[in-house]
């Protein structure tokens, strides 16, 4: 960062224009920042892959029938059998949700018997607001349980079906913000506390992160309200937990830094300006890598995770905004006491010449080449267990942690029912050719569920799958469908509905990894390649990285089956711990070796790899508990696909930050030495022998202060 920029942010005037400025954008800001909450767009659309034939049969279905309808089913059920009264209860139900139900869609159907005379289910259908139906769910969901319960006389009783299910996931998503924001902060806090250990110093690096979340939820607000960007309740939460992560990792570094300069300089505002100086090349470096990581999202397919892409972009160029001007501005305001009860003096020593990292890089230094090679095969042996990774197999009933009343409800209509007659499948098919798709479909086990609905030249058939709609076995139903429908010349078949939905999903989930996985790869190679000016080292890095994600993903994969009993992963699973842990994780690569090439420059690579390690250690090491702290904090959400992502990325941060960057990265680069720079010039400075690192780090206990 230009040393003119450093010491215009925390000059002796200056750094109060920082602050007034801050203040106004909050003051104008503050206001719209509330307002993004209920800007969420969880809509079908916001979610499906765009280009999907379920989203082009989604955008037919106006046509023919009300696509913004959703159905609640109503189950009564009864171990011993139902009695009379109960299918009496459940008859005037059905009439009651007739003559008192706002926004049907459709004719109330039912009650329908088992046959086993245990269960019925009268199917509810809803019109669903596109704009504020996800959040008026809950509340009809509860009216409809009213209505059902009241009376049931020990008949138990579910709502189930995709307003069943809404309902659940609105009511876990309900207070999202709330709850990770405080969740997140609170852990944040006693983290710093420990890493401080000052009653104070914790509270500027939170009010910067809480500035720079403001800041980043009032600017996505204004873009959702002019550009059109989506967001939703993936995202909105994800947000939350990256500003709050990402932001104090870079005021952990810069913070390190600063006291350290401070023990070099008797002026604050210069020891600031240095401070700034020196980390602010790998901040923004760092930030630089997270953005343009998310930003590959843009490729994908799935709605959902497109529009997370820019969303996370923006959270992390305002929590860099944040962290080198706020944060410098108001560290050089309050002073050293800050630090209390620890004040770095002028002149006192710098302790991480001789804490726990400086030992371990004094273990490594002897024997790096073994110490690589063991490191490197544990997490080569932790990446076996991807064997029991299974991304397909999570279905709705089981993609909550607990069981909801629509879990309920669908475990006792897949007990009781053969077919899903009240979540159809949509077939849409040219007119001429509807009869001869009826005839083919029912010859491939595929009965009518409904009369064929005709609109000029184009006929809506429907049909249902068995078993669970949103299993493996039911698209494999849906493949079998969409296959007899395109066999037949002339058809411009479109299949839809639920389940083809969540089968589209998956499929494009599929094609994102394939797609974003290699371009992160590549944008962040080029990133550390420019920075770090060389090939060999980013080559390294990306190795290293890989193998983390893959011995974070193993573990997790073991211990969602072993330990947690989870059914399955969510699809998008692989790819997002992906993202986050080679978009994040970089950034401990990029504090540790800028500081190693920083070093290397006066005293060699070998030497630069102690030092960097025993200078970043502590720093990397806190930075890592924050953001694996900040981000399993989704697990409180009661939805497996966040316990899952919050528990993978938590794993892997730790992993990186205790394992790869420490261990692995300073035991290759002690042992591939000035090589390490190719093509660089710094490949040809001298390196120190290990009788020179041992002296140098003796003389460093006590660093020498600048005078001025």
């Known amino acids: 960062m230009d040393h003119r920029f450093a010491a215009l942010v925390c000059g002796r005037r200056s750094k109060y224009v920082v602050l007034v400025v801050w203040v106004v954008a909050l003051l104008a800001l503050g206001p719209l920042a509330g307002k993004l909450s209920g800007a969420q767009d969880n809509q079908t659309s916001s979610w499906l892959p765009a280009s999907a034939e379920s989203t082009k049969a989604f955008d037919q279905l106006g046509s023919f029938v009300d696509r913004d309808s959703l159905p609640a089913i109503v189950v009564y059920h009864r171990d011993g059998g139902l009695t009379a009264a109960d299918r009496a209860k459940a008859k005037a139900d059905a009439a009651a949700y007739r003559t008192n139900t706002p926004h049907l869609a459709g004719p109330v159907v039912g009650p329908i018997p088992s046959k086993d005379g245990t269960t019925l289910q009268t199917?509810?259908?809803?019109?669903?607001?596109?704009?504020?139906?996800?959040?008026?769910?809950?509340?009809?969901?509860?009216?409809?349980?009213?209505?059902?319960?009241?009376?049931?006389?020990?008949?138990?009783?579910?709502?189930?079906?995709?307003?069943?299910?809404?309902?659940?996931?609105?009511?876990?998503?309900?207070?999202?913000?709330?709850?990770?924001?405080?969740?997140?902060?609170?852990?944040?806090?006693?983290?710093?506390?420990?890493?401080?250990?000052?009653?104070?110093?914790?509270?500027?690096?939170?009010?910067?992160?809480?500035?720079?979340?403001?800041?980043?939820?009032?600017?996505?607000?204004?873009?959702?309200?002019?550009?059109?960007?989506?967001?939703?309740?993936?995202?909105?939460?994800?947000?939350?937990?990256?500003?709050?992560?990402?932001?104090?990792?870079?005021?952990?570094?810069?913070?390190?830094?600063?006291?350290?300069?401070?023990?070099?300089?008797?002026?604050?505002?210069?020891?600031?300006?240095?401070?700034?100086?020196?980390?602010?090349?790998?901040?923004?470096?760092s930030g630089s890598t997270v953005m343009l990581g998310m930003l590959c999202l843009l490729a994908a397919e799935m709605n959902s995770t497109k529009g997370l892409g820019p969303v996370a972009a923006l959270g992390i160029v305002f929590a860099l905004l944040a962290m080198t001007t706020l944060l410098p501005a108001l560290l050089v305001t309050v002073g050293r006491w800050v630090f209390w009860p620890r004040r770095p003096t002028y002149g006192s020593p710098e302790p991480t010449q001789s804490g726990l990292w400086a030992r371990v890089g004094a273990f490594i230094r002897p024997r790096p080449r073994a110490v690589w090679l063991v490191t490197g095969g544990v997490l080569l042996l932790c990446t076996l267990g991807l064997t029991q990774l299974n991304s397909h197999s999570l279905s709705s009933a089981q993609s909550f942690t607990g069981t909801p009343d629509s879990v309920a409800a669908a475990r006792v209509l897949q007990s009781h029912y053969a077919g899903n007659e009240t979540d159809p499948v949509y077939v849409l098919v040219d007119s001429a050719r509807s009869g001869e798709v009826s005839r083919q479909l029912l010859t491939a086990g595929f009965s009518p569920s409904a009369k064929p609905i005709v609109r000029g030249d184009r006929t809506l058939l429907q049909t249902s799958v068995s078993g669970d709609p949103y299993g493996s076995s039911a698209f494999g139903q849906v493949r079998e469908i969409r296959k007899v429908a395109h066999g037949i010349p002339g058809t411009h078949a479109l299949v839809g509905g639920t389940t083809a939905v969540t089968y589209d999903v998956q499929h494009a989930t599929d094609h994102d990894s394939r797609v974003i996985i290699p371009l992160t790869l590549l944008v962040v190679l080029l990133i550390l390649a420019v920075l770090l000016r060389a090939i060999v080292a980013p080559i390294v890095l990306i190795l290293t990285v890989i193998l983390s994600f893959g011995a974070a993903?193993?573990?997790?994969?073991?211990?969602?089956?072993?330990?947690?009993?989870?059914?399955?992963?969510?699809?998008?699973?692989?790819?997002?711990?992906?993202?986050?842990?080679?978009?994040?994780?970089?950034?401990?690569?990029?504090?540790?070796?800028?500081?190693?090439?920083?070093?290397?420059?006066?005293?060699?690579?070998?030497?630069?790899?102690?030092?960097?390690?025993?200078?970043?250690?502590?720093?990397?090491?806190?930075?890592?508990?924050?953001?694996?702290?900040?981000?399993?904090?989704?697990?409180?959400?009661?939805?497996?696909?966040?316990?899952?992502?919050?528990?993978?990325?938590?794993?892997?941060?730790?992993?990186?930050?205790?394992?790869?960057?420490?261990?692995?990265?300073?035991?290759?680069?002690?042992?591939?030495?000035?090589?390490?720079?190719?093509?660089?010039?710094?490949?040809?400075?001298?390196?120190?022998?290990?009788?020179?690192?041992?002296?140098?780090?003796?003389?460093?206990?006590?660093?020498?202060?600048?005078?001025?």
């Open 123 to 285: 199917l509810v259908p809803l019109h669903i607001d596109p704009k504020s139906g996800w959040n008026d769910l809950p509340t009809t969901a509860k009216q409809l349980r009213a209505t059902a319960t009241a009376g049931a006389h020990g008949m138990a009783v579910h709502l189930g079906g995709p307003v069943g299910f809404g309902a659940d996931q609105a009511d876990a998503f309900s207070g999202i913000d709330g709850t990770l924001l405080f969740g997140t902060l609170g852990i944040v806090i006693v983290i710093l506390l420990l890493t401080y250990r000052s009653p104070v110093l914790w509270v500027l690096p939170i009010l910067s992160a809480g500035v720079a979340l403001t800041a980043s939820q009032a600017f996505i607000y204004l873009l959702v309200d002019h550009t059109g960007l989506t967001v939703n309740g993936q995202s909105y939460g994800i947000l939350t937990v990256l500003v709050v992560g990402a932001g104090t990792d870079y005021a952990l570094l810069l913070v390190a830094r600063y006291r350290e300069e401070l023990r070099r300089h008797e002026d604050r505002h210069k020891a600031m300006a240095f401070a700034l100086h020196r980390s602010g090349p790998a901040i923004l470096a």
């Open 553 to 708: 993903l193993g573990l997790s994969s073991l211990v969602f089956h072993f330990v947690f009993g989870f059914a399955g992963t969510d699809p998008s699973l692989p790819l997002f711990v992906f993202v986050f842990l080679v978009a994040l994780g970089i950034d401990y690569n990029i504090f540790l070796m800028t500081r190693v090439r920083e070093e290397a420059r006066e005293h060699g690579t070998r030497r630069g790899a102690i030092v960097g390690l025993s200078a970043t250690g502590g720093v990397i090491t806190s930075a890592g508990l924050v953001l694996a702290s900040t981000f399993a904090v989704l697990g409180t959400l009661p939805l497996v696909a966040f316990a899952e992502i919050g528990f993978a990325v938590a794993l892997g941060v730790l992993l990186d930050t205790i394992v790869v960057r420490a261990v692995l990265v300073t035991a290759l680069t002690l042992d591939i030495g000035p090589r390490i720079w190719w093509p660089g010039k710094l490949r040809l400075v001298s390196d120190a022998t290990d009788e020179q690192i041992a002296s140098d780090a003796e003389r460093d206990r006590v660093p020498a202060p600048v005078h001025h």
